[in-house]
């Protein structure tokens, strides 16, 4: 009889070999990277400083691909948008201190969005930890509490024996459902310190499964299958957990509408005759989605974007499946499935009893009209030609990454990704400087596709750095950068609030001629050329810059009364 306490793995004999001989030369750093290589890792982000010298040192002993930022904010931008595109946990190297704290508002991003990213630290010397204020350079008293209230979780190494199981145990983490950026921090002494430890081999960092409670999904079901108006709302959990197919099956199942959010993006067909498309900052929707009598959320937590600034109040009984358990029932009462959405949705679907509504297709026509209407009202053509233009000017599957800027508020909306898991923007925690970094992180990942990144011209400031990150790595992005002289959503908040406008006005660079001093060629359009522009450059390898001055301008809001 064999039991579970039974069951050892055992190393092969040339494990044992490597066990007793491993090769000379190797440093604390190797751990590292030899685990990130076990693990399946193939590209690292990040940006070398002192005490994190030992795992850059590493590198190259190694079969990792490097690519260095000249940011570490916009290195975690990068390995934000590699984990949401291959699905994997980036990782993204830093050093102590001020290198560490400049991740920060990018590692909030990948937390918003769920995206796995594995940042891994050096930290001060381990004699210098316990909070005594030693005067090490780059020192903090607690380096790991700067990072608790942003990242799923934090791993502490103090010897090397540590490093494996430690990173190993991040991955983990970041890969478990819900998705999200991890910290792991280890001494610059014991990164540097030669090892005698065996080269790191065999390793199983294999996430959980976050399974629905049957009882759960049997009663949605049957609260789904005898809904006279049912209608769904797919967040961005549908994309993460690449269950766009099985939210298409159960629409139909049911002939049930559906609008994403703007994090859910492509996660339905935006032409399908059940698609409400993506207007959530829109009245009409919101008085939809309110007359429901069974509301199905899926991977959304119903924030402030996705409830139209919390004016949505749904009158029927709300069905909610969420990974991400703070966000569960946070907002609305619901039937809370704490659930990855793949798995929930195919329980659905083995349960689920098939209902039709002939009439359904009428009511998502009729409701998108009355959006046309309102939007048709406003004088914006130039701003919904700008936005097809765009459409048009990029390849089917080409990812886009956008920053927060007002074509990318429009985006959010009106633009029709194609396919799940291809538009990608910062509205998860909103900081600037997130489009340019995100997309050559992505082009990375998938050198053989062109991205797109767009940002208005204060955003672009905040990575203008990365122009030579893009010409070193060759990486193929073209940049949309939309140049109004300031910050445009800023302006028009404080005009309609105050009269006027502080603080929002730029003096900025020919961005053009500094394209051309990174060696990346660029060019001047206009709304008529954008098209024809941005199509060339998307079709041209390496990097580009296409610069539109434009001033452009939001629909109105509808939560405002």
Do not use: C
């Not at 990792?64 to 949401?84: C, K, M, Q, T």
């Not at 090397?160 to 991890?182: C, E, F, N, R």
């Not at 329980?347 to 009893?353: F, K, M």
């Amino acid at each position: 009889m064999t039991h579970d306490h039974d069951l050892v793995l055992r190393p092969t004999p040339a494990q044992t070999a490597a066990a007793l001989d491993p090769p000379p030369g190797r440093n604390g750093g190797d751990l590292v990277v030899e685990t990130l290589a076990g693990l399946g890792a193939t590209t690292v982000f990040g940006l070398p400083g002192q005490h994190a010298l030992g795992m850059f040192d590493a590198l190259r002993r190694s079969d990792l691909r490097y690519v260095g930022l000249r940011v570490e904010s916009n290195a975690a931008f990068a390995a934000d948008a590699y984990g949401r595109i291959t699905g994997e946990a980036a990782p993204l190297l830093l050093s102590t201190g001020p290198g560490a704290l400049t991740s920060l508002a990018a590692l909030q991003e990948a937390a918003a969005a769920s995206a796995p990213v594995l940042a891994i630290s050096s930290q001060i010397p381990t004699a210098g930890l316990g909070g005594g204020r030693h005067g090490y350079l780059h020192e903090l008293p607690d380096q790991a509490a700067s990072f608790r209230g942003v990242v799923k979780s934090v791993h502490t190494v103090r010897a090397q024996s540590q490093i494996p199981s430690a990173v190993a145990a991040a991955w983990k983490s970041a890969l478990t459902a819900p998705h999200g950026p991890v910290w792991v921090e280890i001494p610059q002494d014991v990164l540097l310190a030669r090892t005698a430890l065996p080269v790191v081999t065999a390793l199983d960092a294999t996430p959980d499964e976050l399974v629905p409670r049957p009882e759960l999904t049997a009663l949605a079901a049957d609260l789904l299958a005898r809904a006279a108006r049912p209608a769904i709302i797919a967040g961005g959990g549908v994309v993460r957990a690449d269950a766009a197919g099985k939210l298409l099956r159960l629409a139909e199942r049911l002939d049930a509408p559906v609008v994403t959010t703007f994090g859910g993006k492509g996660a339905f067909p935006w032409e399908h005759p059940l698609s409400l498309q993506s207007w959530l900052e829109d009245r009409h929707t919101t008085d939809f989605l309110e007359d429901a009598d069974v509301l199905l959320v899926v991977g959304s937590g119903l924030g402030e974007l996705s409830s139209n600034y919390h004016t949505f109040a749904p009158r029927g009984r709300v069905i909610q499946i969420e990974a991400d358990l703070g966000k569960l029932e946070s907002n609305h009462p619901a039937l809370g499935i704490h659930a990855d959405a793949r798995l929930a949705l195919q329980a659905l679907l083995e349960t689920v009893a098939e209902r039709t509504d002939a009439a359904a297709p009428r009511r998502v026509r009729a409701l998108l009209a009355k959006v046309a209407d309102r939007i048709m009202g406003q004088e914006l053509t130039l701003e919904q030609d700008v936005l097809a233009a765009v459409r048009r000017a990029l390849p089917a599957g080409a990812p886009s990454f956008w920053d927060m800027t007002i074509l990318a508020y429009w985006a959010w909306s009106a633009f029709d990704a194609q396919a799940p898991n291809t538009m990608h923007s910062a509205q998860g925690a909103g900081g600037l400087g997130y489009g340019f970094p995100a997309a050559l992180g992505a082009a990375a990942a998938d050198p053989g596709r062109p991205v797109l990144a767009v940002s208005g011209d204060g955003g672009a400031l905040y990575s203008i750095a990365e122009l030579a990150t893009a010409r070193q790595y060759g990486l193929n992005v073209t940049w949309l950068i939309v140049d109004d002289g300031g910050y445009g959503i800023l302006r028009e908040y404080m005009t309609d609030a105050f009269g006027q406008a502080t603080a929002t006005e730029l003096t900025r660079p020919d961005y053009v001629a500094l394209a051309g001093s990174f060696g990346v060629p660029g060019v001047r359009t206009s709304p008529e050329t954008l098209e024809a522009d941005l199509a060339q450059a998307l079709a041209s390898p390496g990097p580009s810059v296409v610069v539109l001055p434009a001033v452009l301008r939001m629909f109105a809001p509808t939560h405002l009364g």
